[in-house]
């Protein structure tokens, strides 16, 4: 097959007859609203988070420091990777379904409440936009480059190259970020999805019809890559912060 | 003596009904079609079940198994053994009578899309992996179950606003055949109202074809419509000109 079929059939199948359908919903709320909470808290209260050669992926690039701000600085980058995600594909399922009830569950009814508004899906504002997911994948790629000039810089340390709780953090952080944004369902569509014949140029299959066969198969991962990675930027961070505040020194490897 | 199975069977039509309990033998290997039948044999010969092949082919036996949109003749009885199995009929379309719902509005739909056109003069030649794709849509048997599950036609009632996954499927056959020579992408984002769907995925969790409906049709018949009528930069690059295979440019 040129792109996966439904891989999980039988696990799918496990999960639905063990699990009540609130379950999925339920984590929803609390992993991404504690997620957002978090941030909203990493955002307002501080403005600084950098120890040593460790840059947390909320202050990275340090766009704040390039115009000379020094209060709120993480929010000059944050805005990215929220926008990146809130129109992400994997995630409009996760929150609609988590968030607004539409629905909770398959063949679960939505609340009475949504009888009485009109129900216009990703039609009107805001959702409409997410239609322009494909320019937060654009800034998302810049910031992830800045992300990997971190990971490298977090080997670095005063006596040269080394290892640190840190350093292993941030490079597991930067990967799973890279797995997230290049599963991404605009760029599996950029790459080569959006041609309807992979072999008209010469008959032989095109670079993009590779290309979109490899982030296909990404693809199909691509909800555990979002949480996966929204964990690993979670601790990442949280990591850094507990650096900074000295609740505990990084333990070198070597 | 062999274990028995309650069945809770919806009995009605359009004026109203309830469900009654049925009792069956529950034998090794039997589907929920099997003891539909069996009831029908010996308890109840008007109960109305629509079905064909019995080998989840034809698309005929769709119902609601304890709330899951499901064919009858695909479901085994020992999932449910030690539950009451409640079966009702498909709830997003008008009932006729008992299992049997009137699914009609698809096929009305089904005529307001464009069949395909061949951009280049047939016969012609495909390598398979051009083909691959669309021919995972190729194994839709119509059951509709997944626009029994959509939400934007089950819960909001919006037919007149959306075709539903089931024809998001059957315009992502045409639109990424290699040889095909029409546009369906002003259907998609006006008439078809492709934006309704808000990508939630149920009806990939029921399609029992396992049709990834959502990933591999809707999700990049989205991306085409923001090609089209969302992406600035692309809007500023377009082409004109036809390419001889209409691709998307
Ligand atoms: S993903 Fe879209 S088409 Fe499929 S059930 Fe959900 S709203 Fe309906
Ligand atoms: S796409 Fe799947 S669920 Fe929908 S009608 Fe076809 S086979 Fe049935
Ligand atoms: S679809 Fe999830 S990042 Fe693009
Ligand atoms: S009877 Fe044909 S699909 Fe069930």
Redesign the interface.
């Known amino acids: 097959?040129?792109?996966?079929?439904?891989a999980a059939?039988e696990g799918?199948k496990q999960a639905?007859?063990h699990l009540p359908y609130w379950v999925e919903p339920a984590f929803t709320i609390v992993a991404l609203g504690g997620f957002v909470i978090y941030a909203i808290w990493e955002v307002l209260a501080h403005n600084n988070g950098t120890y040593h050669n460790y840059v947390s992926p909320f202050f990275s690039p340090g766009v704040a420091g390039w115009f000379g701000i020094h209060v709120l600085t993480a929010l000059y980058v944050v805005w990215v990777p929220f926008i990146f995600r809130f129109s992400c594909?994997y995630y409009?399922?996760e929150y609609?379904?988590g968030f607004f009830f539409?629905?909770a569950g398959?063949?679960?009814?939505?609340p009475a409440s949504?009888k009485n508004k009109r129900?216009?899906?990703?039609?009107r504002f805001p959702?409409?936009l997410n239609?322009?997911?494909?320019y937060a994948w654009y800034l998302a790629v810049i910031v992830l480059i800045f992300l990997w000039k971190d990971t490298v810089q977090a080997f670095i340390f005063k006596n040269g190259f080394g290892v640190g709780l840190g350093s292993i953090i941030l490079l597991i952080n930067a990967v799973l970020l890279t797995g997230y944004t290049f599963s991404c369902?605009?760029f599996?569509?950029?790459i080569g999805?959006?041609?309807?014949?992979?072999?008209?140029a010469n008959?032989k299959?095109s670079t993009g019809?590779k290309w979109w066969r490899r982030v296909s198969v990404w693809?199909?991962f691509h909800g555990a890559w979002a949480w996966a990675s929204l964990f690993s930027v979670w601790a990442a961070d949280l990591y850094i912060r507990l650096l900074i505040s000295g609740v505990f020194s990084d333990p070198r490897l070597f | 003596m062999s274990e028995e199975i309650v069945l809770s069977i919806y009995r009605g039509d359009a004026d109203g009904g309830q469900e009654v309990e049925y009792s069956v033998p529950l034998t090794p290997g039997m589907v929920v079609l099997d003891a539909v039948h069996q009831v029908q044999a010996h308890q109840a010969q008007d109960l109305a079940v629509r079905w064909n092949c019995k080998a989840a082919h034809c698309g005929s036996c769709s119902a609601?198994i304890n709330?899951?949109?499901k064919l009858l003749c695909k479901t085994r009885l020992d999932?449910y053994v030690g539950q009451t199995v409640h079966i009702l009929p498909m709830?997003t379309f008008p009932i006729i009578k008992d299992l049997v719902s009137d699914v009609s509005w698809n096929y009305e739909v089904a005529k307001k899309i464009p069949a395909f056109k061949p951009a280049t003069a047939v016969p012609f030649r495909?390598?398979q992996?051009?083909v691959?794709?669309v021919?995972?849509f190729h194994h839709c048997i119509e059951c509709f179950l997944c626009q029994?599950?959509c939400?934007?036609l089950?819960?909001?009632d919006?037919k007149d606003e959306?075709f539903g996954p089931r024809f998001m499927v059957k315009i992502a056959e045409y639109?990424?055949?290699?040889?095909?020579g029409g546009d369906r992408i002003p259907l998609l984002a006006h008439e078809a109202?492709l934006?309704?769907?808000?990508?939630?995925?149920?009806c990939?969790?029921?399609?029992p074809q396992?049709?990834?409906i959502?990933?591999?049709a809707i999700?990049?018949l989205?991306?085409?419509?923001?090609?089209q009528?969302?992406?600035p930069l692309r809007a500023l690059f377009r082409r004109k000109k036809e390419s001889?295979?209409?691709?998307?440019v």
């Open positions: 097959m040129a792109q996966p079929v439904q059939v799918r639905e007859k594909y409009r399922k609609f379904r539409h629905p398959c063949a679960v009814s939505e949504h129900y216009t899906g990703e039609r959702f409409n239609n322009l997911h494909r369902h605009a599996r569509n950029m999805g959006r041609k309807d014949c992979f072999s008209c008959g299959p019809y693809n199909q | 609601e709330g899951r949109p999932d709830q495909m390598q992996f051009d691959d794709r021919q995972e029994d599950v939400h934007v089950r819960d909001h919006a959306y639109e990424m055949h290699p040889r095909e109202g934006n309704m769907c808000n990508v939630t995925k149920c990939t969790e029921v399609c396992h049709i990834r959502t990933d591999n999700i990049p989205k991306e085409r419509v923001a090609d009528y969302w992406d001889p295979t209409n691709q998307s």
